[in-house]
């Protein structure tokens, strides 16, 4: 008998979603993880909020449950528009260890998956490597929730070809020791734009949010102090091309930043490594100018220091994964409806450029919807995909890709192998 009925690979959002959901479904489930915790662009990327989607709470139990399990930690809150995806990133990854034992998920830490045995359209096994350990682990079935479809192109799965610019990355960190009141009081003065700048207070914390890009498209209150910096050499014109600033839940004196952009190329392929190295020195120099720009522009901000800096980059697209079928812009422009979902969604298409002026967020005007078929491989019967390398076009994909999505994408999957094996 297989090992396992389920190994998913990489426990990032998708990941976790689905260890969870199979485990607390009765199937013998393990993910393994190249890192020491769970979480993946929330944990190691410091990407927060989970943006704000209309689900119809359709595959949401294993949010739901974070949710329920952060708040055990102070690690959760909801405020603004009624986003409930403000975390914190330490305290999720506590919170997910949590959720797997209490589901009886196995993990594997600090592993990667080197090599795969497959016999004609199946997955037999994959090979688990570290430092001290390399094995062989079967499996009923498999999922590539590795981000950058990892297992896929060890199996020789088809790749989507990308006929569209990268987006760019960016590497996120974090600013302690604000003066949290001092600032919120000067920041809501200073811009009186409640759909850029926001303030609130909720259990003793002071939660708040900016915002300002290098765009014309709309007026940002933050651009003249960024103009003023760059002149002074304090910045680089790319350093103001995306600036975005909120708190973070227990952390009062700390704001998690969403950039820098990076600006290397016009078209940087997150899996070329040297191109990639390169990225991440000049993100770390980007970080040490917003920080001292941040410190001498910003009142509150005397006595802040950098307190983290993403472990892992950002990346918003690279490999995509051929399914059974590939969801299309024009799948989602349509709102076609499907007998049971993977998720229901709202949210944009959100496409990130390199050029000024050239971003694209194209609000629909209908919710759409996903079809499990984009889960499943093409090339294999018994794998299947979900996350950021799900089975679907350039700007599909774009819409796909945010936290909450990918959730749902998990947990599908799990509710599907379960269906089959039960």
């Given amino acids: 008998m297989p090992d396992y009925d389920l190994v998913v690979c990489g426990g990032g959002t998708a990941g976790s979603a689905a260890g969870y959901i199979a485990a607390k479904k009765g199937l013998k489930t393990l ?3 190249k890192n020491i915790h769970l979480g993946g662009s929330i944990t190691s990327a410091l990407v927060i909020p989970s943006m704000k989607s209309n689900t119809k709470n359709i595959n949401c ?3 739901n449950d974070l949710i329920k399990e952060l708040r055990l930690f102070g690690g ?20 997910l260890d949590s959720l797997m034992q209490k589901a009886g998920c196995d993990v594997l830490y600090d592993c990667e998956i080197t090599d795969a045995v497959k016999e004609r359209n199946h997955v037999k096994s994959i090979k688990i490597s570290s430092k001290m350990l390399s094995l062989y682990i079967e499996s009923s079935y498999f999922l590539d929730a590795t981000g950058d479809g990892n297992l896929s192109f060890i199996l020789n799965n088809k790749i989507l070809e990308n006929k569209f610019n990268r987006q760019p990355m960016t590497l ?4 302690s020791g604000v003066d949290m009141k001092k600032f919120s009081s000067w920041l809501l003065n200073f811009d009186n734009n409640r759909e850029v700048t926001t303030s609130y207070k909720k259990d003793g914390q002071i939660h708040l949010s900016t915002a300002c890009t290098w765009d014309t498209n709309r007026s940002w209150a933050l651009r003249p102090l960024f103009e003023d910096a760059i002149k002074a050499g304090v910045l680089e014109d790319e350093d103001s091309s995306y600036f975005q600033l909120f708190t973070i839940p227990a952390m009062p ?8 952009r990076i600006l290397l190329d016009k078209d940087i392929d ?4 040297y191109k990639k190295s390169i990225v991440l020195q000049k993100a770390r120099r980007q970080i040490w100018r917003l920080y001292n720009f941040m410190k001498s522009y910003f009142p509150g901000f005397e006595h802040s220091y950098i307190s983290n800096i993403a472990d892992m980059i950002g990346v918003r697209e690279s490999r995509r994964i051929q399914g059974k079928k590939i969801y299309t812009k024009e799948d989602i422009l349509s709102g076609k409806r499907y007998k049971n979902p993977v998720l229901h969604a709202d949210y944009p298409i959100d ?3 390199y050029k000024k002026d050239s971003s694209t967020l194209e609000h629909t005007k209908v919710d759409y919807e996903l079809p499990v078929e984009c889960l499943k491989s093409l090339d294999f019967e018994n794998l299947y995909i979900a996350g950021r390398n799900i089975s679907a076009d350039f700007s599909a994909q774009a819409a796909l890709r945010i936290q909450t999505s990918c959730f749902s994408m998990g947990e599908a999957v799990a509710k599907d192998i379960a269906n089959i094996l039960m």
Wanted: hydrophobic residues 35%.
């Fill in 31 to 33: 993910i393994v993880e």
């Fill in 61 to 63: 139990e294993f949010y």
């Fill in 76 to 95: 959760q809150t909801t405020y603004g528009d009624g986003n409930q995806g403000w975390f914190n990133p330490e305290l999720t990854k506590i919170a």
């Fill in 172 to 175: 996120r960190f974090h600013v």
């Fill in 253 to 260: 004196d700390t704001v998690s930043l969403n950039c820098p």
């Fill in 270 to 273: 997150p899996l070329d490594i």
């Fill in 351 to 353: 496409i990130h450029s």
